[in-house]
T-cell receptor, first 113, second 115 residues
Framework: AQSVTQPDIHITVSEGASLELRCNYSYGATPYLFWYVQSPGQGLQLLLKYFSGDTLVQGIKGFEAEFKRSQSSFNLRKPSVHWSDAAEYFCAVTNTGGFKTIFGAGTRLFVKA | DVKVTQSSRYLVKRTGEKVFLECVQDMDHENMFWYRQDPGLGLRLIYFSYDVKMKEKGDIPEGYSVSREKKERFSLILESASTNQTSMYLC??????????????FGPGTRLTVL
């Protein structure tokens, strides 16, 4: 069965520091992977997605993620965090039919001054 | 600007009441979804629809039903609300997959409290 694990429930980083949010998936075929962000009181917004090709994908707001098939991972990174990045981040995997998406439990990011 | 709107941001209902949550999208998307979001559990799919009048159960359909009479509108119905249905409900839509699955576009959510 498909599953997505985000090992960190919450993370605190200082403004200007680098960030890495971890995501591990379990899926039998080639996964389609997504990272979404949810700001307080908002719905989810897509940061980036991976279908095929280059395993390092760039997204909005300066985020990037790297697909590592050997580790079943799709970690999200940002070189320098801004206070406005404080939010909840969700990793997700979709089946080949494209209808059913499994979401991780989310990682809440706190940014300290 | 593309949009998914939900009828209410906050809703308080009594146990046993019938509850309707409405979702409208203006992007002409074929697919629409209802999720519930609970702390520590992420998003869990309740129902989805890939066409008008078509629906499929998600992972947690018990206690819920849906209706899709028009392409742009997808309604979630709680036939008899219970306290364990207190949650955040998110609606989303997406176009049909092209070369790969497409992203989902989310509404702002409805926070439902059942007393």
């Amino acid at each position: 069965a498909q599953s997505v694990t985000q090992p960190d429930i919450h993370i605190t980083v200082s403004e200007g520091a680098s960030l890495e949010l971890r995501c591990n998936y379990s899926y039998g075929a080639t996964p389609y992977l997504f990272w979404y962000v949810q700001s307080p009181g908002q719905g989810l917004q897509l940061l980036l997605k991976y279908f095929s090709g280059d395993t390092l994908v760039q997204g909005i707001k300066g985020f990037e993620a790297e697909f590592k098939r050997s580790q079943s991972s799709f970690n999200l990174r940002k070189p320098s965090v801004h206070w406005s990045d404080a939010a909840e981040y969700f990793c997700a995997v979709t089946n080949t039919g494209g209808f059913k998406t499994i979401f991780g439990a989310g990682t809440r990011l706190f940014v300290k001054a | 600007d593309v949009k998914v709107t939900q009828s209410s941001r906050y809703l308080v209902k009594r146990t046993g009441e019938k509850v309707f949550l409405e979702c409208v999208q203006d992007m002409d998307h074929e697919n629409m979804f209802w999720y519930r979001q609970d702390p520590g559990l992420g998003l869990r799919l309740i129902y989805f629809s890939y066409d008008v009048k078509m629906k499929e159960k998600g992972d947690i359909p018990e206690g819920y039903s849906v209706s899709r009479e028009k392409k742009e509108r997808f309604s979630l119905i709680l036939e008899s609300a219970s306290t364990n249905q207190t949650s955040m409900y998110l609606c989303a839509s997406s176009p049909n997959p092209g070369t790969g699955p497409n992203e989902q576009f989310f509404g702002p959510g409805t926070r439902l409290t059942v007393l």
